[in-house]
């Protein structure tokens, strides 16, 4: 074959991307070309094995002879096949007017973390590491596309950390990108250290109460939304990536969902949005029941409640907010205590306030079931930022359901999902449904 006209057209098809080298080495009578991607091979032994032994060998046909005896030699038989080889990490080499593959490749899996936030039961435990070249040869690794664009800049006036732009030049949706282009041009802060905090930089909208992009430590979750036309930042020292832009249904969704069947899916998703609901309503119907309007409730239901609070000098008001600020109290202590002490920490805790709470009956048997349910439920939304947002929305519809009773909760539900409807994420809506890993034409065109 002809190596020369195979690698024009490999050279062709990363035209928009500055990750491709493509090196002429030219000393005596001998002549090579080597094509790679920079961050997927391993330099000591591409000079160790390949550039070192260029120059030392007296002939071609020597060094010819010298490649096809490496055992990470391989004949390259078409240009699709060199494309596929270069994509993997391997070295291409263009010698006599054939083309071979040298498999030099680069692994980081040694040198990165375990998932100690997003974990799940089923999947890769691997986890993004705090080096940015890395966390690149990662993401290179597991996705095989040449539309694959990876952008750098250098933000923070003091530390000037390096930071990649990453997305797939033929499905990423074209006005989120734009916008996240011309936002990371205005950003002139002192000092960068963080991913997490670009989300406040690249956010016009600073009191939105949910969040507006996605933090993830997953590799599998940045090629899937890459795949779904997504923008991946990363920050050279943060193992943590941010992905825009990012809808409601972004948050409810774990990677385990891919890996289970159909049915099995649903059913867990279902259980997150119930526990949404769950911990945003159940605190308020708590309220309105037992103030407001009791009628709506099953007598005998009503009757427990009400014996239950026998004794209580507090309203139901004053008793919701009492318990959920203690348990906020201990959430936030189990997040800051030292992991080996954590959860002991936060069960004693959660134990002894709930025994001495009620045998002091300042709050009735019922309603630390109802904090515990709170509580429970809080903890199967699978993103942080969502189920911050959660919590502070939690607290508004108390307050409303204090004043208006179920009237007002009801009022506030719908007043919530009308600001959901309002919101947008880089010119996203909020509450958007698109499929992943097949594009979004439709996007793209109107864009």
């Not at 605190?283 to 409640?305: D, N, Q, W």
Request: some cysteine; overall charge negative.
């Amino acid at each position: 074959m002809v190596s020369t006209e195979s690698l024009s057209w490999i050279v062709s098809q990363f035209k928009d991307t500055k990750e491709l080298t493509q090196k002429e080495l030219e000393f005596e009578n001998k002549k090579m070309t080597v094509l790679y991607i920079k961050s997927l091979i391993d330099q000591e032994l591409f000079q160790q094995y390949i550039v070192n032994p260029f120059f030392e060998m007296k002939t071609e046909e020597q060094f010819r002879v010298y490649l096809t005896a490496l055992p990470q030699f391989q004949e390259v038989q078409s240009k699709e096949e060199g494309l596929f080889y270069v994509m993997e990490g391997n070295i291409l080499v263009a010698l006599q007017e054939n083309l071979y593959a040298i498999d030099f490749k680069l692994a980081k899996n040694s040198d990165v973390n375990s998932t100690s936030v997003e974990t799940t039961i089923h999947g890769s435990e691997l986890a993004l590491s705090d080096n940015l070249m890395t966390n690149v040869n990662i993401i290179r690794s597991f996705y095989h596309q040449p539309s694959l664009i990876i952008e750098y800049y250098l933000k923070g006036e003091v530390n000037k950390p390096k930071v990649a732009l990453i997305y797939d030049q033929e499905k990423v949706k074209k006005k989120a990108l734009e916008i996240i282009k011309e936002k990371l041009q205005q950003i002139d802060k002192q000092i960068i250290t963080e991913t997490p905090q670009f989300n406040n930089f690249l956010n016009d909208k600073r009191f939105s109460l949910f969040p507006q992009m996605i933090l993830t430590e997953r590799p599998d979750r940045v090629v899937y939304n890459l795949a779904g036309g997504k923008v991946v930042l990363l920050v050279d020292g943060s193992p943590q990536s941010m992905i825009a832009p990012a809808v409601f249904f972004d948050f409810m969704t774990t990677m385990e969902d891919n890996y289970h069947t159909l049915f099995i899916s649903y059913y867990l998703k279902m259980l997150r949005y119930f526990g949404i609901f769950v911990c945003i309503l159940l605190p308020g119907i708590y309220i309105g029941a037992a103030s407001f309007s009791p009628e709506v409730i099953r007598t005998e239901l009503m009757l427990t409640i009400a014996g239950s609070r026998m004794g209580v000098p507090f309203t139901s008001f004053v008793e919701v907010l009492f318990m959920l600020f203690f348990m906020e109290l201990l959430l936030e202590a189990s997040i800051r205590l030292p992991k080996a002490i954590s959860a002991t920490a936060a069960t004693v805790g959660g134990l002894i306030l709930g025994t001495a709470v009620t045998e002091a009956a300042l709050a009735s048997n019922i309603m630390v079931i109802i904090v515990s349910a709170v509580a429970i439920s809080t903890f199967v939304i699978p993103v942080n930022e969502m189920a911050f947002a959660i919590r502070i929305v939690r607290l508004f519809l108390i307050v409303i359901a204090s004043i208006f009773g179920l009237a007002g909760l009801t009022l506030g539900l719908l007043c919530l999902i009308m600001y959901l409807v309002n919101q947008s994420s880089f010119g996203e809506p909020f509450l958007r449904v698109y499929n992943y890993g097949k594009g979004d034409k439709k996007s793209e065109g109107q864009a």
